[in-house]
């Protein structure tokens, strides 16, 4: 699938109907997910991090682009896959988009912090301006913004930070923009102050991608949330077999 057939995914959706993007960490569990009828995935690093036996933010490059390389070929070539590409490993523009055509990826996600801190917004927009001119229509872009999971400084209103770096990245040339760990009550505010698509995390103990639709989000993703909850199920078949 292209990258503006995914898009196109993206578009026109009722509340309530987010375009919800399972998170493979494998071949084996992209598989599963497609065959369940799911249009388009979005891996996670953290959980291909975990299934390559790295810590999170620790895989190498060539690792993360090879085990994204694998999830493409898996799936048909009508299944639309966008990688979590972390900040770009420090890549150039140009070579960063080359590495994920290389994939087969339509998509990506690039977050603005690096090592535990926020990137100054203006020098992420402008990367993130040098990503769009180089990729053109043949990437779609999700800009993470960090706001949430790191905190913003002392006497900074934390959901109008969030708001101006997502602006900044949307008229940068970001598709969407995806504010993590945003508290789902500020999903509403912060649908309605950004021009652009909104991407929202569904963790187990939270509301269900079908209700983060209803307060605004446009698509759904889990981050390592999936690899989790498989895991947990290996480990009860672990207990069982030593149970015997």
């Given amino acids: 699938m292209t990258a503006s057939a995914f898009r196109a995914l993206h578009l026109d959706r009722a509340p309530g ?45 060539d690792e993360m682009f090879a085990a994204v390389a694998r999830v493409v070929r898996a799936v048909p070539a009508t299944v639309s896959v966008s990688a979590d590409v972390e900040a770009g490993y420090g890549l150039s523009a140009p070579e960063l988009v080359e590495r994920l055509l290389e994939t087969g990826a339509v998509g990506c996600n690039l977050e603005d912090s690096v090592g535990g801190v926020l990137v100054d917004d203006q020098q992420q927009a402008d990367w993130l301006a040098e990503v769009r001119a180089v990729a053109g229509d043949r990437l779609f872009v999700n800009a993470r913004v960090d706001t949430y999971v ?4 002392d006497g900074t209103d934390q959901e109008a930070e969030t708001v101006r770096r997502a602006r900044a990245y949307v008229a940068a040339g970001a598709d969407c923009v995806y504010p993590i760990l945003a508290p789902p009550e500020a999903l509403p505010r912060l649908a309605a102050a950004i021009p652009g698509l909104l991407n929202a995390v569904a963790l187990p103990d939270g509301p269900t991608p079908r209700r983060l639709g209803e307060l605004g989000a446009t698509r759904i993703t889990f981050g390592p949330g999936l690899l989790h909850r498989a895991m947990a199920a290996v480990r009860d078949i672990a207990d069982e077999l030593l149970k015997g």
Wanted: hydrophobic share 45%; proline share 16%.
């Fill in 150 to 153: 790191l905190g913003v400084p």
């Fill in 17 to 61: 109907d987010p375009l919800v993007l399972p998170g493979p960490w494998d071949a084996a569990s992209a598989r599963v997910f497609v065959e369940a009828g799911f249009p388009a995935l979005a891996t996670p690093s953290a959980g291909i991090a975990a299934s390559l036996g790295h810590e999170d933010g620790k895989t190498p490059p």
